[in-house]
């Protein structure tokens, strides 16, 4: 299954233990897991502003993601498909990798889902999600 990360749910699996972390792990040894350029470049500037990591942490963070994940090009959207337009080529790169799954706490995204067919669920609902499909 190829599962795209949100950076708030990378972010919080990075930042500390719990259900972001599980599902991130399970993800990485069970699944393809997908990001963005922008998710990276979110996730960078997330670390060393907002939580004040140093830069070479947050890279060390970045390096960590890069080993694991499929990093995708960035997509441009077509259309509008989110309420906010920062949101449009995380949607676009999801779909367009045909990812199975986009994992995001953002409420922005989570109210459109299903997208074309592409679920976008909280972490919490993960576990339910992967247990249906098997």
């Known amino acids: 299954m190829k599962v795209f990360f949100d950076t708030n749910v990378l972010l919080a699996a990075y930042l500390g233990s719990g259900l972001c972390d ?10 393809q897991v997908l990001v963005s350029q922008q998710v990276l470049r979110e996730m960078k ?3 060393t502003g907002k939580f004040k990591r140093p830069g070479v942490e947050a890279e060390r963070v970045l390096a960590s993601i890069q080993a694991v994940a499929l990093v995708l090009k960035d997509q441009a959207a077509k259309s509008k498909l989110c309420r906010d337009p920062e949101d449009d080529s995380i949607l676009a790169t999801a779909l367009a990798a045909k990812a199975d799954l986009l994992l995001s706490g953002d409420m922005d995204l989570l109210v459109l889902h299903p997208l074309k067919g592409m679920p976008i669920l ?3 609902a993960f576990w339910r999600f992967e247990a249906e499909r098997a």
Not at 22 to 31: F, K, M
């Open 22 to 31: 599980e599902v991130y792990e399970h993800c990485v040894a069970r699944h």
């Open 45 to 47: 500037a997330k670390l």
């Open 122 to 124: 909280v972490p919490a």
